[in-house]
């Protein structure tokens, strides 16, 4: 692997910032600072008061600067608790992005290596459509990153009072394509939209509807929301 993601990566990532940034905002309000503990064999989480059921999505060399996906790690035998890094290779697969393919990436070219492993597991968390992600340390300088799989978090709503700061935090985390974020966004919730020149014109579950505008630059450059009779 070279030191920059490949496009196709970024923008599958892309397609799920929005969301994905707004879900794991939920997630965290949801679980406590509190110490934990995981049985891998039960695919079982527990911090503080709360248990859940995870699935390894992948680990992070600190010092080799390298990621391994859970699916294929020898040590987790390609069981149930890679479920999930499965379906994330097959989908990588189904679609050719390499990052989801290769067992191991180097990522010590990166500028910031932890910050490309971050966005591994945020885009794995996407691609799995799960509830969040965890990582926590494994031992010297190894990082572990659980997917979260429990019906029991939160689900973050599409709020049409809240969308704009929704929409502007989740576009600035990648910057490839905003439009890409924006839209898959509302594609992840299931929302009609449609595309007309520069404007995304969105009718919303609540009977408002949004027209988000974008700049020559691809950039949001105006977020409207109406009330429709």
């Known amino acids: 692997m070279t030191n920059e993601f490949s496009d196709q990566f970024l ?3 892309e397609r799920h910032s929005v969301w994905g940034a707004a879900q794991l905002e939920a997630f ?3 679980l406590p600072q509190a110490p ?3 049985d891998l ?3 079982s989480y527990q911090q503080g008061e709360v248990q859940l059921r995870v699935g390894v999505l992948g680990t992070f060399d600190m010092e080799q ?3 391994l996906w859970g699916w294929a790690n020898p040590g987790l035998g390609g069981g149930e608790v890679v479920a999930l890094s499965a379906a994330v290779a097959r989908y990588g ?23 490309a492993a971050e966005m591994l597991a945020f885009s794995g968390m996407g691609v799995a459509n799960a509830l969040g992600y965890i990582g926590q340390p494994a031992g010297p300088g190894t990082q572990v990153y659980f997917l979260v799989d429990d019906a029991k978090v939160p689900i973050a709503p599409l709020d049409p009072v809240a969308l704009p700061r929704v929409l502007m935090a989740g576009v600035s985390l990648i910057g490839r394509s905003p439009k890409q974020a924006v839209m898959g966004y509302f594609e992840h919730h299931e929302v009609p939209q449609r595309v007309e020149d520069n404007r995304l014109f969105v009718d919303l579950p609540t009977g408002n509807a949004a027209v988000v505008s974008f700049d020559s630059m691809g950039r949001i450059g105006n977020i409207q929301l109406t009330a429709t009779s």
């Not at 189904?94 to 910031?112: C, V």
Request: hydrophobic share 35%; charged share 25%.
């Open 11 to 13: 923008l599958e990532a």
């Open 28 to 30: 965290m309000e949801f």
């Open 36 to 38: 934990w503990s995981a």
């Open 41 to 43: 064999s039960t695919c």
């Open 65 to 67: 600067g390298s990621w």
């Open 93 to 115: 697969q189904n679609h050719q992005i390499p990052e989801f393919i290769a067992e191991e990436i180097d990522l010590s070219g990166f500028d910031d290596p932890r910050r």
